[in-house]
T-cell receptor, first 115, second 114 residues
Framework: ETGVTQTPRHLVMGMTNKKSLKCEQH?????MYWYKQSAKKPLELMFV???????ENNSVPSRFSPECPNSSHLFLHLHTLQPEDSALYLC??????????????FGPGTRLTVL | AQSVTQLGSHVSVSEGALVLLRCNYS??????LFWYVQYPNQGLQLLLK??????LVKGINGFEAEFKKSETSFHLTKPSAHMSDAAEYFC????????????FGGGTRVLVKP
């Protein structure tokens, strides 16, 4: 595998389900990100992790719970979601070190539908 | 703080015509600038970036962009549109002093007419 991978690519879940999204980067980066992309809305940054530590949470509801066990893996745990949470969830990574340009590399996304 | 404005959420061009997508930014420190492309149901792919040096930057698929500090702009162009250029394009800004975040514009969806 190369670059940034995300699984699953598509997910349909009910409002009472619990599911997790997985992201893995094979680039040796130290920073990872979750974004939400909804139709007709700008790209929304949700969480930022640097060297496994969460450095940003953009007022994301607690029904979204991120986990970063190491610099290569990032999870987004989902529970009791709402239909308005249906969106494309994108993971990205970047070098994360001082002096870098902050160029981010994106995964293909998980298309989430909440029924 | 940084911000990005992309003029026009939708642009329609004829195949073979010039593609021009406008991006203006604001940044209190020297910026790094990026253009990304997103095809349907895919992630964002880097087209090109400006960090330092030459202000005219060439990217993949025949695209190029020019950094104009005096105009705080980083417009994206391609001389001749191809059907495969139909996608959404995002301009983004970052800065070394602003931490490791990208600030994205709202995106411009390009439609290419035969």
């Amino acid at each position: 595998e190369t670059g940034v991978t995300q699984t699953p690519r598509h997910l349909v879940m009910g409002m009472t389900n619990k599911k997790s999204l997985k992201c893995e980067q094979h680039l040796g980066h130290n920073a990872m990100y979750w974004y939400k992309q909804s139709a007709k809305k700008p790209l929304e940054l949700m969480f930022v992790y640097n060297f496994k530590e969460q450095t940003e949470n953009n007022s994301v509801p607690s029904r979204f719970s991120p986990e970063c066990p190491n610099s290569s893996h990032l999870f987004l745990h989902l529970h009791t979601l709402q239909p308005e949470d249906s969106a494309l969830y994108l993971c990205a990574s970047s070098q994360g070190s001082s002096g870098s340009t902050n160029e981010q590399f994106f995964g293909p996304g998980t298309r989430l539908t909440v029924l | 703080a940084q911000s990005v404005t992309q003029l026009g959420s939708h642009v329609s061009v004829s195949e073979g015509a010039l593609v021009l997508l406008r991006c203006n930014y604001s940044s209190s420190v020297p910026p790094y600038l990026f253009w990304y492309v997103q095809y349907p149901n895919q992630g964002l792919q880097l087209l090109l970036k400006y960090t330092t040096g030459a202000t005219l930057v060439k990217g993949i698929n025949g695209f190029e962009a020019e950094f104009k500090k005096s105009e705080t702009s980083f417009h994206l162009t391609k001389p001749s549109a191809h059907m495969s250029d139909a996608a959404e394009y995002f301009c983004a800004v970052s800065a070394q002093a602003a931490g490791n975040k990208l600030t994205f514009g709202g995106g411009t969806r390009v439609l290419v007419k035969p």
